[in-house]
Nanobody, 124 residues
Framework: QLQASGGGLVQPEGSLRLSCALSGRTLRSTNMGWFRQAPGKDRGFVAAITWSGSAKIADSLKGRFTITRDTFKNTVYLQTVSLKPEDTAVYYC????????????????????WGQGTQVTVSS
């Protein structure tokens, strides 16, 4: 149901746009989230966009990460700029079919379906 893509190797201060294509349901009825997991660390919240289009970004990533969606393509995007080596991680997209309230979109437990992840490596 979820297909993430767009990861790769990028130099520090570079940018990437990650994509997550949703199939089987519409974005207009689904909250979508991005999480990431670095080696040896827990998976953590990156960004989310609700079924109504409200966006939330982790405080530490504001100004560098942006989440958007294209309801015609049924795809969510995570635009990243000014990447740092500490952004290196596997990035996962997830779907919440129950549409938890906005305050809860940062919790992994809100999400029912997960994509396979896409690797982002920031290195010179």
């Amino acid at each position: 149901q979820l297909q993430a893509s767009g990861g790769g190797l990028v130099q520090p201060e570079g940018s990437l746009r990650l994509s997550c294509a949703l199939s089987g349901r519409t974005l207009r009825s689904t909250n979508m989230g991005w999480f990431r997991q670095a080696p040896g660390k827990d998976r953590g919240f990156v960004a989310a966009i609700t079924w109504s289009g409200s966006a939330k970004i982790a405080d530490s990533l504001k100004g560098r990460f942006t989440i958007t969606r294209d309801t015609f393509k049924n795809t969510v995007y995570l635009q990243t700029v000014s990447l740092k080596p500490e952004d290196t991680a596997v990035y996962y997209c997830a779907a919440d079919q129950d549409r938890i309230v906005y305050s809860g979109v940062g919790s992994m437990t809100a999400y029912d379906y997960w994509g396979q992840g896409t690797q982002v490596t920031v290195s010179s």
